[in-house]
């Protein structure tokens, strides 16, 4: 509430002398456009708002326009301070700034005069140069206009001359006087320096004393003349003193308990073999290829997912693998009307993948990444009439290795060892077709030739299961 009601006179004082302030319009002549007379006036009056000695009037508009019209009454454009007075005293003000601008060697004088209404005496004068190319320029002149007005009426106010000092009186010399200093070390803990070290002391001299304990020990405190737990103290001789350094033994620490050895750890298993050979089935479950139509979203997918086995050859951080797979299944479409044909293909799948093994006991886990080629080697749809045709590659032709295409393949496996040289595998991979294959591109050219749709090729993803068994060389 306190801070409260300080800051509630401060708005009140500082509301009450700016309403004791005279009222000013300011007024701006001279060969240029009205709008930068206009801004000028603004930033003039702002300056003299600025300075704590003035007040703008309401109806500072008003008071232009009245100007104007006195203008357009006297044929010469210009109108004389007991006119501007005349005016300034209609519009209750006390003062009026009149500014002239006038093009000086390509900068602007600005010259500024303040007139008293009631007297028409003209009280404050100032000028300045700039060469008012932009907003700044306009702020700068009416600030040093303003400023100029104000200094060069004020003047320096006389400073006082200083008063004589009185004669010092220079203290009449005591007779001399010494004392001396003991300092006692009654345990020999440390060592004590006396900085100045001497046999006697002036009276007022300031003397500083340091204790250090040595390693068995640590200081204590300082008693007699002086009481202090700091090592390094000083003080004034004023008569005869003793100082007593005191320490004190450290404890001898307790012996430290041996360590217990800590166990050592235990080994990680390393894989058991180098290179292995082994086999199994597979399955592919492929989906998401075909084609879509930019221009209406419909999307052909064909099928993909096969079956059939696998061989591979095995080392620690490393897979490779052949298989042979065989599917088919029907194309799928957004458009139900149309009747779309069964597929059936056969592909050689070749792939290389890098791998990691992380043995537990007689469980061998890896996780699994490579690329895996699938290379066609047969195919055919076969529509509802009966009719079947085989896949066409590039330039139309039929081809048995249009559907080939790569695939990036991410995923992991596990061993689980049977005895020394058997164990049983399973992976679990997921894979993106890097490519679209020769027949979706082929097909995509047909379809925009003959219907007039872009058609662009999709890409294919799916997952591939395999489960086999290996022997370890």
């Not at 932009?134 to 104000?150: E, R």
């Not at 010399?173 to 009654?186: G, H, K, M, Q, S």
């Not at 693998?321 to 597929?343: E, I, Q, R, V």
């Not at 290389?352 to 047969?378: C, H, N, Q, R, W």
Request: glycine share 10%.
């Amino acid at each position: 509430m306190k801070k409260l009601a300080v800051a509630f006179i401060a708005l009140f004082s500082a509301a009450v002398f700016a309403q004791d302030l005279p009222r000013i319009a300011v007024y701006v002549t001279g060969d240029v456009p009205d709008n930068e007379k206009k801004a000028l006036g603004t930033r003039m009056l702002a300056s003299l708002i600025n300075s704590k000695r003035y007040k703008g009037i309401e109806r500072s508009n008003s008071f232009l326009a009245e100007i104007e019209k006195e203008q357009i009454k006297q044929r010469s454009g210009e109108i004389d301070d007991n006119q501007i007075s005349a005016l300034g005293r209609q519009f209750g003000v006390k003062f009026v700034c009149i500014a002239d601008i006038t093009p000086v060697f390509g900068d602007f004088q600005v010259s500024s005069r303040i007139v008293d209404v009631e007297t028409a005496e003209v009280v404050f004068i100032g000028e300045a140069f700039s060469p008012m190319k932009n907003t700044s320029d306009l702020a700068q002149v009416s600030d040093q206009v303003v400023k100029n007005m104000f200094s060069e009426q004020t003047k320096p106010e006389p400073k006082p001359e200083p008063e004589p000092e009185a004669p010092k009186v220079e203290p009449k010399p005591e007779p001399p006087a010494t004392y001396t200093l003991t300092v006692d070390n009654p345990t020999n803990g440390g060592t004590v320096t006396v900085k100045p070290q001497k046999t006697a002391y002036n009276l007022g001299e300031r003397v500083t004393v340091t204790a250090k304990p040595f390693k068995e020990y640590k200081f204590a405190n300082w008693s007699g003349a002086a009481e202090s737990a700091k090592n390094s103290i000083t003080f004034t001789i004023e008569n005869n003193l003793t100082l007593t350094a005191n320490f004190q033994a450290k404890p001898k620490p307790e012996p430290k308990p041996k360590p217990e050895p800590k166990p050592k750890p235990e080994p990680k298993p390393k894989p058991e073999f180098k290179i292995s050979a082994g086999g199994g089935l597979l399955f592919a479950n492929g989906s998401g290829g075909g084609l879509k139509w930019e221009s209406t979203g419909e999307n052909l997918a064909m099928p993909y997912s096969a079956g059939g086995a696998y061989l591979f050859l095995d080392a620690v951080y490393a897979e490779a693998s052949a298989g042979f797979a065989m599917g088919g299944g029907k194309w799928s479409s957004g458009d139900a009307s149309n009747s779309l044909p069964d597929m059936s293909h056969a592909s050689l799948n070749i792939g290389v993948f890098a791998k990691y093994p992380i043995a537990a006991g007689a469980v061998t886990a890896f996780p699994l990444a490579g690329i895996d080629y699938e290379a066609s080697v047969s195919g055919e749809l076969k529509f509802g009439n009966g009719d079947k045709t085989a896949f066409d590659g590039e330039g139309g032709r039929p081809d048995a290795g249009a559907l080939s295409a790569p695939w990036l393949k991410l995923g992991g496996g596990a061993d689980f060892g049977l005895n020394k040289n058997l164990y049983l595998r399973a992976e679990l991979l997921y894979g993106w077709r890097l490519a679209a294959n020769a027949y979706e591109k082929n097909m995509a050219k047909k379809e925009e030739e003959s219907v007039g749709k872009k058609a662009t090729p999709r890409l294919a993803s799916g997952w591939t299961i395999k489960a086999g068994a290996g022997v370890k060389f």
